[in-house]
Each structure stands twice: as structure tokens, then as C-alpha cells.
């Protein structure tokens, strides 16, 4: 267990929807980032959050938001889903808010689009 | 926007041979990170280093930071099955917030 909590593990989900992905960073960790992992494109950074507030901004889609609520979990949602959408999600923490330190994955949400 | 670039893409090593895998970044870079991702797991944090021409060595794992600070490499030696897994390099530039990841190196070791 890293200490990062990620719901649910596994998602499948119909085209057009709109899901919810949870996250709880690891406890005295400030920031959370998402990144969607594929098979062709890696690791890619989605969003940070530092201390409820937006940090940092990668290659997110429109379609997508996401929030980080007063006791530190974070959301991310996902709407009008396409089958290119189907991917592993993983939350990440970090005490400080730059990427001098060390981050801590959770054990994703696989989300599936059909 | 800056880019991590990781060779090669797969690996196949009898246990007991070495491996080394590379990345190269388009900008200099102000830390690199290493992590390993087993099949199936998370990305778990191995090292970061941070100064120029740094090395640091876990066991039989050797990490390189490059002089210019633009690449970087992991080197295992007499490799295990428990190596097995995708090893990361993440790196970001002065004024970079997160991580940017390179695509992997999947290392797969034989009996």
C-alpha cells in the first residue's frame, strides 16, 4: 500500500458518459497529480493540484476537469467519453508543489469505454 | 515543449547479463527521476539526482545525471527476474511543476 488511495480500480463505462475518478494522496502530501497512462503514449500529465488551488496544466482535453477539495482528495472527471478515452489513470502525491520531490503513485483506475 | 526520450523501448536480457537503459531530454534539465513499474503495478520512485555529472548507486543499480544536465542513464547489473518491470525517467525543467515522463524502457529477464 503506497498510501495514495485511488476508486474505483476498474471502470467500464459507454461512450458519451460521464465518469468520476477519486483520489486521496498520501497523508501530509500537498499536491496530486493526474496522468493517463497508454500503451502508445506512456505517462502523459493530465493536472496538478497544490493545496486545493490549479498548479500545473499538461495535455488535458477540454472534456476533462478536474478539483482538489479542502481535505485534499481530488477528482477527475471525465465527460462525453470516446473510445480513445480507455486508458489507466493514476493520482500521484507529493509533499511540495514543484517536481523536486519524489512522487507516490496510487494503483490506478483502469477505465475501459465501450 | 519539453521532451524525455528513453532508449530503447524493449529489452531482453538472460538473467545475469546487464542492462542499461537511456534518456535524453530536448532541454536541460533541473532533476531527473528514476522509477520502476512492475506488470500489472504503479510507477515506485527510485532516485532522483540533481547535480551535474552526479552518480548514485542502489545495490546494483548505477544512475547517471549528464554534465550538460540533458541526459541521464540507469545500469543494472547481473540482472535478476525481480528487475523485471518499465523503468521511467521523469525530469522537468527551472520552471517546471510536474514531471514529464519518458515513454519507458521494459525490461524482461529470462531464467
Known amino acids: 500500500d503506497s498510501g495514495v488511495t485511488q476508486t474505483p480500480k476498474h471502470l467500464i463505462t459507454a461512450t458519451g458518459q460521464r465518469v468520476t475518478l477519486r483520489c486521496s494522496p498520501r497523508?501530509?502530501?500537498?499536491?496530486v497529480y493526474w496522468y493517463q497512462q497508454s500503451l502508445d503514449q506512456g505517462l502523459q500529465f493530465l493536472i496538478q493540484?497544490?493545496?486545493?488551488?490549479?498548479?500545473a496544466k499538461g495535455n488535458i482535453l477540454e472534456r476533462f476537469s478536474a478539483q482538489q477539495f479542502p481535505d485534499l482528495h481530488s477528482e477527475l472527471n471525465l465527460s462525453s467519453l470516446e473510445l480513445g478515452d480507455s486508458a489507466l489513470y493514476f493520482c500521484?502525491?507529493?509533499?511540495?508543489?514543484?517536481?523536486?520531490?519524489?512522487?507516490?503513485f496510487g494503483s490506478g483506475t483502469r477505465l475501459t469505454v465501450v | 515543449g519539453q521532451q524525455v526520450m528513453q532508449i530503447p523501448q524493449y529489452q531482453h536480457v538472460q538473467e545475469g547479463e546487464d542492462f542499461t537503459t537511456y534518456c535524453n531530454s530536448s532541454?536541460?534539465?533541473?532533476?531527473i527521476q528514476w522509477y520502476k513499474q512492475r506488470p500489472g503495478g504503479h510507477p515506485v520512485f527510485l532516485i532522483q539526482?540533481?547535480?551535474?555529472?552526479e552518480v548514485k548507486k542502489q545495490k546494483r543499480l548505477t544512475f547517471q545525471f549528464g554534465e550538460a544536465k540533458k541526459n541521464s542513464s540507469l545500469h543494472i547489473t547481473a540482472t535478476q527476474t525481480t528487475d523485471v518491470g518499465t523503468y521511467f525517467c521523469?525530469?522537468?525543467?527551472?520552471?517546471?511543476?510536474?514531471?514529464?515522463f519518458g515513454k519507458g524502457t521494459s525490461l524482461l529477464v529470462t531464467p
Open positions: 500521484a502525491s507529493s509533499v511540495g508543489g514543484q517536481a523536486i520531490y519524489g512522487y507516490t
Open positions: 493540484y497544490y493545496n486545493g488551488e490549479e498548479r
Open positions: 532541454t536541460t534539465l533541473s532533476n
Open positions: 539526482l540533481v547535480k551535474s555529472g
Open positions: 521523469a525530469g522537468t525543467s527551472n520552471s517546471g511543476y510536474a514531471l514529464n
Open positions: 497523508s501530509g502530501d500537498l499536491s
